[in-house]
């Protein structure tokens, strides 16, 4: 979806180097994720943002950080890269309606991270 | 609590056929079950969602069929063509983030 964009597309990066990955959404959504996704393992979620003062760890947040540096961004950083983080990286962006229903989350077409 | 189970890892079916991907979770506070289509080389795309209030839900070919007594609920794909082939990821959540399955490949055979 063009709506929520990420760079880079591909990354190869060697072990011990940190790297920062970058989402963008103009979908003017207060809700952003990242996600890893590993062959049959599904979708993991690394951190989620819910507005640009709150930060929450997901279920593997180890080796991660991330910032929210404005309602559209919202980066996520490995501080020292080490094999095991080689996988496919997704940011997805939701909002909430006014009666605290969930909605669709639409991700951005990933970021293809190999660490050496 | 916070898992969610889908099976079969992977399916083969035959165009015109039927396309039956099943998932369970535990939580019985998640309140939004939806699902979740991914092309190689794209992120997944919401496909089609059910809240607990009812049982089934139809979107053209696409079908979600819910059990809220057993915890469970399932992807039906009517009249399968080569073009839905895919990975198919069923998802869980409460207001807050989703929780994933770790996706059905389904290939449709012409």
């Known amino acids: 979806d063009a709506d929520v964009t990420q760079t880079p597309r591909n990354r190869i990066t060697k072990t011990g180097k940190r790297i920062m990955l970058e989402c963008s959404q103009t979908?003017?959504?207060?809700?952003m994720y990242w996600y890893r996704q590993d062959p049959g393992l599904g979708l993991r979620l690394i951190y989620y943002?819910?507005?640009?003062?709150?930060?929450n760890k997901g279920e593997i947040s180890d080796g991660y950080s991330v910032s929210r540096q404005a309602q559209a961004k919202f980066s996520l950083s490995l501080e020292s890269a080490i094999p095991n983080q080689t996988a496919l990286y997704f940011c997805?962006?939701?909002?909430?309606?006014?009666?605290?229903?969930?909605?669709?989350?639409?991700f951005g077409p990933g970021t293809r991270l190999l660490v050496l | 609590q916070q898992q969610v189970k889908q099976s079969p890892q992977s399916l083969i079916v035959q165009k015109g056929g039927i396309s039956i991907i099943n998932c369970a979770y535990e939580?019985?506070?998640?309140?939004?079950f939806p699902w979740y289509q991914q092309f190689p080389g794209k992120g997944p795309a919401l496909l089609i969602a059910?809240?607990?209030?009812?049982s089934e839900k139809k979107e053209g070919r696409f079908t979600i069929s819910f059990n809220k007594s057993a915890k469970q609920f399932s992807l039906h794909i009517m009249d399968s063509q080569p073009g839905d082939s895919a990975t198919y990821f069923c998802?869980?959540?409460?207001?807050?983030?989703?929780?994933f399955g770790k996706g059905t490949t389904l290939s449709v055979s012409s």
């Open positions: 997805a962006t939701s909002d909430l309606t006014t009666s605290g229903v969930q909605e669709t989350q639409y």
């Open positions: 979908k003017g959504h207060d809700r």
């Open positions: 943002s819910f507005d640009v003062k709150d930060i």
């Open positions: 939580n019985t506070a998640f309140d939004y």
């Open positions: 059910i809240r607990p209030d009812v």
């Open positions: 998802a869980a959540g409460a207001g807050t983030a989703l929780i």
